[in-house]
């Protein structure tokens, strides 16, 4: 199967559980939710293609490019890494990564000695071999991927309150404030709701505080 990403880089990653661990970001090219092209907006299946910020689109991006083989881009992920110790991390992202990644990528990327997490809006089921399963509902869009590590979800999305997935098997359940113009206003709302509900824990993206990729 050949590969096509978005891009790939070394950074720290900015959200969630893992907040501030080192790890090379595997950024996938395109989504089963909406095309990621400012004309195709209003036609996103999900209300994500409302809010998202992330260009998955093409191949135009640091490390980006397309790889004929599991082994290749394996390879390349492992020429990212440039700590020479601790545990080796992959974030394998999107768009969906879900829609790339397999059984074949996946032992190429334990033969690096990498521990491989995913963040998928868990429309579709996942290969067996992943370490780390973060699940992002979006609006709109059903969620078939029901158990995990870590469930972070958007706030707020109206179709999407977070009581609908607290009885689903995650260790962690995230909420993170919707970025954009109301981000302020998102931040206190997501931080009211996790005083009042401490089964949820907040979620910053802290790289965009940062200035990091």
Not at 58 to 70: E, N, V
Not at 158 to 169: D, I, Q, T, V
Request: charged share 20%; proline share 6%.
């Amino acid at each position: 199967m050949a590969y096509t990403v978005k891009e790939l880089f070394y950074t720290l990653q900015g959200e969630g559980v893992h907040s501030g661990r080192p790890a090379v970001f595997l950024r996938f090219a395109g989504c089963n939710l909406w095309s990621g092209r400012e004309a195709d907006r209003a036609k996103g299946f999900g209300g994500c293609s409302q809010w998202c910020d992330t260009d998955f689109v093409g191949t135009d991006g640091p490390g980006g490019g397309k790889f004929r083989s599991a082994a290749a881009l394996a390879l390349a992920v492992a020429d990212c890494w440039q700590a020479s110790t601790g545990d080796r991390f992959v974030v394998c992202t999107g768009g969906e990564p879900l829609l790339q990644l397999d059984d074949a990528l996946i032992k190429a990327l334990k033969a690096h000695n990498f521990t491989i997490a995913i963040e998928t809006n868990g429309t579709l089921e996942a290969p067996k071999g992943i370490d780390w399963v973060c699940v992002s509902p979006k609006e709109g869009a059903e969620v078939v991927l029901t158990k995990g590590n870590e469930l972070k979800l958007v706030y707020p999305q109206p179709e999407l309150m977070p009581e609908l997935f607290e009885h689903l098997e995650f260790d962690h359940f995230m909420l993170q404030p919707l970025d954009g113009p109301k981000g302020a206003q998102n931040t206190q709302s997501a931080l009211d709701y996790c005083l009042t509900n401490p089964q949820w824990r907040l979620s910053i993206q802290t790289h965009k505080v940062l200035g990091i990729p």
